[in-house]
Each structure stands twice: as structure tokens, then as C-alpha cells.
């Protein structure tokens, strides 16, 4: 079956970076993006962007520019996402999801199970 | 960038109420909307793609419509167990955008 288990909480100072996992099973790594997504506590669902794992290519959203890298290791079929720089309003859970890449595809249709990072001194 | 406006916010209605959820595109994206459901503490999850295409499993209580700007999400039948925030998002091109969500409670 289809899963996306995400690596365990974090706790990191301002300032400092986190590169948070995504091992994904169940499916063809290549043949579906692999989203992220942030929800800051109490509050919506935010886009941060969108990598394809076959090329490595990834585009971001304008708000992370800089501060955000996307990548994948086809041999282990895991997903990465890096934050840097973090502040305490990077304080949120972290999700990977998948959308597929064929032109009658779903999008995000399976999620991980989320990473809360904790940004505090 | 496209933004993505829901209404209303927040709604409380009674088991058994027709629920309509709006969202708005600033500008047009085809049919390229889907609909996410999240229950309190839990992940969000998919229940139509396309504007109006119920994903496998969800209740047929749930529909979705429209295209271009203007898109809708009705639950013909509330239940109880549909306490939840919706979110739109759009998905034709990045950045896919998420609307704010709309707070669905029971009276």
C-alpha cells in the first residue's frame, strides 16, 4: 500500500537549519511530484513547493526562495526537504504528499503523517 | 500569483443541513480545483479533484462544482462526523495555492 512516513519531531534554534525526510513506498517514486506543505499552529494550509524526483528539478514557492531546498535519492525512494535560517514563525508541522504526474492525475492524494518542527531559543 | 478566497470562514449548522463552501480564483484555472478535508489533530485528506470528481471512497454526500473562478462544495446531508476545515486549492500550475479554510461545526 501506498505510504509517505515522515522523519521524527524537531527542535531547532533560530537561526539554525532542518532537513526533514520522507520515505515513500507503495508506488512509482518517479512518476509522482512530491509536494510540501506547512501548517503553522491553529492556522491553514500553506504551499511550499513542489519537486519532480525523476529530474531533481523542484520550483518554490516565492516566499521560501533562499531558505528552501528540495531533493530527492531515487535509491531509497525518499523525499528531502531543507529550511534554513529558520525563525520562530517556521514554528509548523512539515508535510510531504504526492500528486500524479499523468494529464488526468490527482493531485495531493496520499500525505505523510507530518513533522512538527519547533523554532525556539 | 493566484489567490484563493473561501467563504464563508466559519459555519455551524444542524445534522442533517445542506452546506454549501465557496471558493474564489483571482483569476481563471480551468477545472484544476480540488477539495481537502481536515479533521482536528489529523491529516488533510483528498474528497474531490477536477472541481467535481469524488475521490475513491468519499461519501457521495459530498459534491463539488464550478470552473474558472468560481467553485463550490456542498454536503447535501451534514453529519456529524463531517466536523472538519475544508480547503480549496488550485492546481493547474505553481505555486498551488490553498484557500484559508472554512471551519464546519455542529449546531
Known amino acids: 500500500q501506498v505510504q509517505l512516513v515522515q522523519s521524527e519531531a524537531e527542535l531547532q534554534k533560530p537561526g539554525a537549519s532542518v532537513k526533514i525526510s520522507c520515505r515513500t513506498s507503495?508506488?512509482?517514486?518517479?512518476?509522482?511530484?512530491m509536494h510540501w506543505v506547512r501548517q503553522a499552529p491553529g492556522q491553514g494550509l500553506e504551499w511550499m513547493g513542489i519537486?519532480?524526483?525523476?529530474?531533481?528539478?523542484?520550483i518554490y514557492a516565492q516566499r521560501f526562495q533562499g531558505r528552501v531546498t528540495m531533493t530527492r535519492d531515487t535509491s531509497t525512494n525518499m523525499g528531502y526537504m531543507e529550511l534554513r535560517s529558520l525563525r520562530s514563525d517556521d514554528t509548523a508541522i512539515y508535510y510531504c504528499?504526492?500528486?500524479?504526474?499523468?494529464?488526468?492525475?490527482?493531485?495531493?492524494?496520499?500525505w505523510g503523517q507530518g513533522t512538527l518542527v519547533t523554532v525556539s531559543s | 500569483d493566484i489567490q484563493m478566497t473561501q467563504s464563508p470562514s466559519s459555519l455551524s449548522a444542524s445534522v442533517g443541513d445542506r452546506v454549501t463552501i465557496t471558493c474564489r480564483a483571482s483569476?481563471?484555472?480551468?477545472?484544476?480545483l480540488a477539495w481537502y478535508q481536515q479533521k482536528p489533530g489529523k491529516v488533510p485528506k483528498l474528497l474531490i479533484y477536477?472541481?467535481?470528481t469524488l475521490h475513491s471512497g468519499v461519501p457521495s454526500r459530498f459534491s463539488g462544482s464550478g470552473s474558472g473562478t468560481v467553485f463550490t462544495l456542498t454536503i447535501s446531508s451534514l453529519q456529524p462526523e463531517d466536523v472538519a476545515t475544508y480547503y480549496c486549492?488550485?492546481?493547474?500550475?505553481?505555486?498551488?495555492?490553498f484557500g484559508h479554510g472554512t471551519k464546519v461545526e455542529i449546531k
Open positions: 504528499a504526492r500528486e500524479d504526474m499523468a494529464s488526468s492525475g490527482l493531485p495531493l492524494d496520499f
Open positions: 507503495g508506488y512509482s517514486f518517479t512518476k509522482f511530484w
Open positions: 519537486m519532480n524526483p525523476s529530474g531533481g528539478t523542484a
Open positions: 483569476q481563471g484555472i480551468g477545472n484544476f
Open positions: 477536477s472541481a467535481s
Open positions: 486549492q488550485k492546481y493547474n500550475s505553481a505555486p498551488q495555492t
